[in-house]
């Protein structure tokens, strides 16, 4: 797909099933996250791929976190609800910042730099014709979650991209530039 279509057309894919990317599609989709921009060259970004058995381990890791949230045990029914969120595709990409102490570069830029890798990513995707959904929730931002996905306390989780085979196609909003940009002078 020519580069401008993909960016224009891209939307996301709530509904998704198997396959996955194969591992050719997802080398395709990472290193197009490693274009992100990126202040000082940090590379502040890392990736998680979840995919099989590892998404009921993500949702095991999802109940518990939540569970330390509330301070209690949630119900049988809450807990298999959040068991069931990452068996929505049959991959998952957790994309974190990885945050360094930088004189010219707060934190701020590293997350958003994360953050354009996942957009990046998630237009990577569509432009193949794999379908991607950016999630996120308040479990991302707990010390647990990032302790259990094996992350540093000081990164930050900005966001799961869902991917998988769109069972549902949407088209794009029909948005207006002039809607949005304004000539300063
Ligand atoms: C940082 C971030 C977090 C998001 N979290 C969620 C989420 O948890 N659940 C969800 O349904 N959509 C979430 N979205 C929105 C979707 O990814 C998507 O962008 C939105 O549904 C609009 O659809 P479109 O991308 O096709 O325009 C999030 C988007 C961003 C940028």
Redo the contacts with the bound molecule.
Sequence with gaps: MDALHALHS???V?LLTTPGPTSEQLDAIVRAGLRACDHANLRPWRFLLIEGDARAKFGDLMVKVKEEMEGARISAEAAEKLKCKPMRAPSILVVAAKISKHEKVPEVEQVLSA?ASAQMMMTAAHALGIGA?????SLMFQSTMRAGLGLDENDQI??FIYLGTPKIL?PA?NLDPVDYLTHWS
């Design positions: 891209r939307t996301s709530n953050g959904i950016w999630r996120s929730g900005v966001g949407k909003p």
